[in-house]
């Protein structure tokens, strides 16, 4: 154990959501000495964002599930000797003989910016996803978001992007954000569902071991009976229309190959689309290190973890996401035997191997059922017959499907970082995280994306933050900060 500040930390847990708030406090309550960093001001991540300070919200709790569970977490780490680097911008983890270096740089923006490095003997990646969105004529238009950006903007916000709302994509976070609008005074015309559900049934064992989620299907679906929100299965936004913002959207029933059935486009007034295709895992930091990834059902790329949720660079853990998306009572689980796991190697304290057990059985019936999910919502190759040639396919570069498919028929180009010599599609400041999916599908010919990219840089960093590492390298400790 460290015995002065300047010592390194035993654990730095990158990202405060579910997973990394539970590791951090397992870890902790272990005997570890841990920093927990991440990008928003306030621990809980995407799951469980907190309306703005100044937004002065009496009842937070009621947009989120399980607030009593995040909030019984962030008691135990204010308890904690845990440190709080929140407002810092990971964008590189360093590997060195006894341990890593997390850079960062935290601060308002401009000249405030500072260059952060902390010290560890051990990291936890628990840096969750972002979501996957595939093109269509209109993306770009004004009033068409997220939908995970739907939810944020209610949750930390309490605002809708619209009056009338249309929520279309693939996967179950579909009808949490459309139960979620609807409750708060949206009205959502439609929910539009490329998959359908009757694989779920297909597999009705997966199905018993997990009897929480058929309570949150329930619990959405309710909401939207409630609220008379039809849904439509197997069926996609393929168009927005509009001027200057969101007009209407055109709804089309889509084939076995996810291909628009000719002549079964049907318009829909909205003002608002909120609209999204699934997570994909943040794996940058630990693929930019060396991690083994695995390729998902739906083409995604996701660390290699162990049963005690360690990735193949030792010393370097995985939970919540980064190893599959799965949810929220997925991640958490993760979190606590990724910490508990670190305080193992460290200390030699650990749970209990009954507590162990049970936290092993939990996961295997969660991500069985991730995997399930995961390959029932998998895009299918034919949306790519949705786009035109003069969609934008990268809306950074403003590089439309035409010039993607001409680097592919002209000059024989077959993967997206060729396309991107090409085009500059993925160049911009998202770095492709908007665009790739498309660009590699359409490089590749098929519907998913043919292996993941390796990035140097997580987050986009300033020179100046890479100026003053070569000019005050890093000395041991805790917390160190260069100007």
């Known amino acids: 154990m460290p015995t002065s500040p300047s010592d390194p930390y035993d654990l730095a847990v990158i990202g405060a959501g579910p997973a990394g708030v539970a590791g951090a406090a397992t870890a902790a309550r272990l005997g570890l000495r841990v920093a927990l960093?991440?990008?928003?001001?306030?621990t809980g991540g995407q799951y469980y964002r907190h309306p703005s300070p100044g937004l002065r919200a009496a009842r937070p709790e009621a947009l989120h599930h399980g607030w009593r569970t995040y909030t019984a977490l962030r008691d135990r780490l204010a308890a904690s000797t845990v440190t709080h680097l929140l407002a810092h911008h990971v964008w590189t983890v360093s590997r060195h003989p006894d341990g890593f270096t997390v850079h960062a740089v935290t601060g308002a923006d401009g000249d405030e910016e500072r260059p952060v490095a902390v010290r560890a003997r051990t990291v936890l990646l628990a840096t969750g996803a972002y979501e996957r969105q595939l093109p269509f004529?209109?993306?770009?238009?004004?009033?068409?978001?997220?939908?995970?950006g739907a939810q944020a903007m209610l949750k930390s916000g309490l605002v809708?992007?619209?009056?009338?709302?249309?929520?279309?994509?693939?996967?179950?976070?579909?009808?949490?954000?459309a139960a979620s609008l609807a409750a708060a005074g949206a009205r959502v015309p439609a929910v539009v569902e490329a998959a359908g559900y009757l694989a779920y049934v297909r597999r009705p064992g997966v199905l018993a071991a997990v009897p929480q989620k058929a309570a949150e299907a329930v619990t959405h679906g309710a909401v939207l009976l409630r609220h008379r929100v039809p849904l439509r299965t197997r069926s996609a936004v393929t168009a927005v229309h509009g001027t200057d913002r969101v007009e209407a959207v055109t709804v089309s029933r889509l084939d076995r190959d996810w291909r628009p059935v000719p002549g079964s486009g049907r318009r829909i007034a909205c003002d608002a689309l909120a609209v999204g295709h699934g997570l994909v895992p943040h794996i940058d930091l630990g693929?930019?290190?060396?991690?083994?990834?695995?390729?998902?059902?739906?083409?995604?790329?996701?660390?290699?973890?162990?049963?005690?949720?360690?990735?193949?660079?030792?010393?370097?853990?995985?939970?919540?996401?980064?190893?599959?998306?799965?949810?929220v009572q997925l991640a958490l689980l993760e979190?606590?035997?990724?910490?508990?796991?670190?305080a193992a190697r460290l200390t030699g304290r650990a749970l209990s191997p009954a507590r162990l057990r049970r936290l092993g059985r939990a996961r295997a019936r969660l991500r069985a059922f991730a995997d399930l999910m995961t390959a029932v919502h998998a895009p299918r190759s034919g949306w790519t017959a949705w786009l035109d040639d003069a969609t934008d396919v990268c809306r950074c570069e403003e590089v439309t499907a035409g010039r993607v498919?001409?680097?592919?028929?002209?000059?024989?180009?077959?993967?997206a970082r060729t396309v991107k010599l090409l085009t500059r599609a993925g160049m911009g400041w998202c770095q492709g995280r908007i665009c790739g999916t498309a660009v590699a599908c359409l490089a590749a010919g098929s519907g998913l994306p043919a292996s993941p990219e390796r990035r140097p840089l997580a987050v986009p960093v300033r020179l100046g933050a890479l100026a003053a590492l070569a000019?005050?390298?890093?000395?041991?400790?805790a917390h160190n900060e260069q100007t």
Not at 37 to 42: H, I, R, S
Not at 139 to 147: D, E, M, R, S, Y
Not at 335 to 342: K, L, P, V
């Open 335 to 342: 979190g606590e035997i990724a910490g508990a796991a670190a």
């Open 287 to 327: 693929a930019s290190l060396g991690c083994a990834t695995r390729r998902t059902a739906d083409g995604t790329h996701a660390l290699v973890v162990d049963d005690l949720q360690q990735t193949s660079v030792p010393g370097l853990w995985s939970a919540g996401e980064t190893g599959g998306v799965g949810g």
């Open 160 to 177: 809708l992007p619209g009056r009338r709302v249309v929520v279309a994509g693939s996967g179950p976070l579909l009808l949490a954000v």
């Open 37 to 42: 960093l991440d990008t928003n001001e306030q």
């Open 137 to 148: 004529p209109g993306w770009t238009l004004p009033g068409v978001v997220g939908a995970g």
């Open 405 to 415: 498919r001409g680097a592919v028929a002209e000059h024989g180009a077959g993967d």
């Open 471 to 477: 000019e005050a390298p890093a000395e041991p400790g």
